[in-house]
């Protein structure tokens, strides 16, 4: 356990967003999570917990505690049938885990090669990268509930994953710290190769493969092609999330922009949930439009405000290169917003996590 006061948090937000906090926790056991918890009601301040800091917007000043969960531990244990279990710590990063995975040929996560961040923020939006999710491998989630100082499993339904949202996004989960993960890995599932860039660049690249780590060295090419490392240009990766929209809506934008990029995804009601999409009514098909293509074509692609903007290359990527603070970089997106909502008619969703009132533990 590692406590500091008034610290700095630029060095802790991919954003780079100004930002300081009163106490600074590191914690790296459960023992020093509780201990953490106990001192925030003695002293009745709020905690708020972070990973890596990669999908939040922080603003300047964090009041409480910021608790760095830095929990840790890596384990694979083979089952009888073949399949391997993968325990996680919340505090180890993502893509070590990843890359310690395909090392070992097994199947599962390799799309999801290269997203920053640690393992106990990858269920609380369920992470997704070129065709796979998170939720095609979680098995159980292991939380600490602070209220009833009690640890807990929750399997993959009790988590409520969706598109970019879970059960930690809700009033009751938000409540709670993710302490570990446990995956399904296989050593031979199918690979997953239905995303249009990543199969063009697999059949022209490695397609002879049949290979977890082929998989990865194509993610991991795509991503370094398109997307800012914030190491060099401040970002929180994709700033909105694809919005969804009902059949009728593609249809009206397609009569002035027959390019629109959109894809069909089965709508939540269940009836429709074992059909493939090719075989439900258009009418009822849900759509995800690509929020980069609304961007890119509302001419947003490249400009810059004031040291924010939006990437050259990806513009669902806002940037930060200026170190503005975070009413800096939401007034730009508030800008952004509603010039797609005035040309297209669509609302964009932020993605990353406003950090505030609502977003303690
Ligand atoms: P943080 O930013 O630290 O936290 C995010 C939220 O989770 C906060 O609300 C925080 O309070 C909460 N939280 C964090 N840890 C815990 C915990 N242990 N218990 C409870 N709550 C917790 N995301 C994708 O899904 N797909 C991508 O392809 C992708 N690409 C990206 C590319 C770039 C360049 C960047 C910068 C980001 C990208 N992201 C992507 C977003 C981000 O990497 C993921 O959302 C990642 O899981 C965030 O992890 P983190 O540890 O940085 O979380
Ligand atoms: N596009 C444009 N112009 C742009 C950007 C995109 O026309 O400036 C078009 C592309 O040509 C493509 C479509 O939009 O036809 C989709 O683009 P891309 O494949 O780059 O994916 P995305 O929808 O922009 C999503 C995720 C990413 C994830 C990639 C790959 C969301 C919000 N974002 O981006 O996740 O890495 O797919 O699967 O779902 C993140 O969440 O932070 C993130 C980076």
């Known amino acids: 356990m590692k406590?500091?006061?008034?610290?700095?948090?630029?060095?802790?937000?991919?954003?780079?967003?100004p930002s300081s906090a009163q106490y600074l926790a590191e914690c790296y056991t459960l023992s020093d999570l509780r201990?953490?918890?106990?001192?925030?009601?003695?002293?009745?301040?709020?905690?708020t917990v972070l990973g890596g800091g990669s999908n939040v917007i922080m603003p300047v000043q964090m009041s409480g505690i910021v608790l760095l969960n830095r929990l840790p531990g890596v384990a694979f244990k083979p089952l009888p049938d073949g399949q391997v279990l993968l325990q996680a710590g919340a505090g180890e990063v993502w893509d070590n885990l990843v890359r310690l995975s395909v090392q070992r040929g097994l199947r599962g996560i390799e799309n999801l090669i290269l997203i920053p961040g640690r393992v106990g923020a990858a269920p609380i939006q369920n992470i997704g990268a070129y065709g796979a999710e998170l939720s095609d491998t979680l098995l159980s989630v292991e939380i600490y509930d602070p209220a009833s100082d009690d640890c807990r499993t929750l399997s993959l339904a009790d988590c409520q994953l969706g598109y970019r949202d879970s059960i930690f996004k809700t009033a009751v989960g938000r409540e709670w710290v993710i302490t570990g993960i446990t995956l399904t890995l296989s050593?031979?599932?199918?690979?997953?190769?239905?995303?249009?860039?990543?199969?063009?660049?697999?059949?022209?690249?490695?397609?002879?493969?049949?290979?977890?780590?082929?998989?990865?060295?194509?993610v991991e090419r795509l991503r370094r092609a398109k997307l800012p490392d914030p190491a060099d240009i401040p970002n929180a990766g994709s700033f909105f999330k694809n919005p969804v929209?009902?059949?009728?809506?593609?249809?009206?934008?397609?009569?002035?922009?027959?390019e629109l990029v959109a894809y069909p995804v089965l709508a939540s009601d269940p009836a429709l949930a074992s059909d493939p999409p090719i075989q439900t009514p258009p009418e009822r098909l849900k759509w995800k439009l690509a929020a980069g293509w609304l961007i890119d074509k509302a001419?947003?692609?490249?400009?810059?405000?004031?040291?924010?903007g939006c990437h050259e290359r990806q513009a669902l990527v806002l940037v930060n290169p200026g170190h503005r603070p975070?009413?800096?970089?939401?007034?730009?997106?508030?800008?952004?917003?509603?010039?797609?909502k005035a040309r297209f008619g669509v609302d964009l969703e932020p993605e990353p996590v406003l950090l505030g009132e609502t977003e303690t533990k």
Not at 326 to 340: H, I
């Open 3 to 17: 406590w500091s006061q008034n610290v700095s948090l630029s060095g802790y937000n991919t954003l780079a967003c």
């Open 35 to 47: 201990e953490t918890f106990a001192f925030a009601r003695a002293n009745k301040l709020r905690v």
């Open 187 to 218: 050593p031979n599932r199918p690979l997953v190769l239905e995303y249009a860039d990543l199969r063009q660049r697999w059949e022209q690249e490695e397609g002879a493969q049949n290979h977890p780590q082929a998989v990865a060295r194509v």
């Open 245 to 258: 929209v009902d059949h009728d809506v593609v249809a009206q934008l397609r009569l002035g922009y027959p």
């Open 299 to 308: 001419g947003w692609k490249g400009r810059m405000d004031n040291g924010v």
């Open 326 to 340: 975070a009413d800096e970089v939401l007034a730009f997106a508030t800008r952004l917003q509603a010039d797609v």
